[in-house]
């Protein structure tokens, strides 16, 4: 047998970050199993007067920032992220810009409960218990949403959603293998396709994950250019955002007080491993459009990972402009929990300094 003498190593602290390249700060949180890596230093601010100016300038100028951070091999194809801003309105607290491996996001269900809990727990804002209540400025809108906290610990959060709406249903399309398929179009942030996943003979469970992924990059693909959406006032938000597969048993009209299943493909087959806050919200538009769900009345939906959230309808939206006269204002409840906190090196002799996806 072979032995070595055990050489000490310099002592961790010791070590400096190299002088050369970029180094970011990041911290990061899951809620529902989804990740959202909130980026906290070493990206420079990004500019407009509104939250759509610097989303337009982060997809712009920093995508090659994006890709490095949420893809490999510093990230997954299924990550998510999010910038700071100062907020847009006066009454704010502060602006999001939501990311993913495949691009930018108008708002992010699932971040807006990440990135409250992360802001409560790390003190980057006051808490005050057992509720704080923050507004938080997106490309999409303003989001309200509460962190309830416990021991310094947030144990839920609560946020309204911008105006979301039923845009159309039983639409068709054509899908290379799969023939003629039936969807319903709802807009909760983002645009959203609601398709039964018997009807594409695809389960939701965890196992089908890579069929579901392949399943839904193939309607995606299939819609792309064909569906002609319209959104209120911005027409950089005028495309489909994902596709939603609904389980069996909400097809056979199980009461939508009970609990149902839902699993979203986004981007380039990005499976959502949270229920998706987004598409639920889409998704309890358009039941009260079809007279299946009242407002006040709860759905719970359970992800991929079998992680829930709970939404309702809380009232309609304001009536102008901006919003199509069956817009209703939806409140969507989870939970997240903060997993790292990091410092990612990015050196510009690194071949892969700007990511890569498979």
């Not at 003190?123 to 303003?142: F, H, N």
Request: glycine residues 10%.
């Amino acid at each position: 047998m072979v032995t070595f003498p055990l050489i000490p190593p310099r002592a961790l602290h010791e070590w400096a970050l190299p002088s050369h390249g970029l180094s970011v700060d990041t911290i990061d949180a899951h809620s529902g199993g989804q990740t959202l890596r909130l980026i906290t230093g070493g990206l420079p601010p990004l500019r407009g007067a509104t939250m759509m100016d610097r989303w337009r300038n982060a997809r712009d100028h920093f995508d090659h920032l994006r890709r490095s951070l949420l893809c490999e091999p510093r990230g997954h194809p299924d990550m998510c992220g999010c910038i700071l801003t100062p907020p847009q309105r006066g009454d704010s607290h502060l602006g999001a810009v939501f990311l993913h491996a495949g691009g930018f996001s108008p708002m992010c269900g699932h971040g807006i409960i990440a990135l409250t809990t992360i802001l409560l727990e790390c003190g980057m804002v006051d808490s005050t218990a057992p509720e704080t209540v923050l507004r938080i400025d997106t490309p999409a809108g303003t989001v309200r949403a509460s962190g309830f906290t416990e021991d310094d610990q947030v144990t839920r959060v609560r946020f309204e959603n911008v105006p979301s709406w039923s845009v159309a249903e039983s639409q068709e399309v054509e899908i290379p293998g799969l023939g003629q398929v039936r969807f319903d179009l709802a807009y909760g942030g983002a645009f959203f396709a609601f398709v039964t996943a018997a009807s594409l003979g695809v389960s939701t469970q965890a196992e089908n994950i890579q069929e579901l992924a392949a399943t839904g990059r193939a309607f995606l693909q299939a819609v792309h250019g064909k569906l002609r959406l319209r959104h209120p006032v911005e027409p950089d938000l005028e495309h489909l955002f994902g596709v939603v597969f609904l389980d069996e048993s909400e097809a056979d009209g199980r009461a939508p007080s009970g609990i149902s299943r839902q699993v979203c493909v986004f981007a380039d087959g990005s499976v959502d491993r949270s229920p998706t806050g987004m598409a639920l919200c889409a998704r309890l538009a358009l039941m009260a459009g079809q007279g299946r769900l009242t407002e006040g009345q709860p759905l719970t939906v359970e992800g991929i990972t079998g992680t829930r959230f709970q939404g309702r309808i809380i009232g309609p939206a304001q009536r102008d402009a901006h919003n199509p006269p069956n817009s209703v204002i939806c409140e969507i409840e989870g939970s997240a929990w903060i997993t790292g906190r990091h410092t990612f090196l990015i050196s510009p002799d690194d071949p892969f300094r700007e990511g890569f996806s498979l």
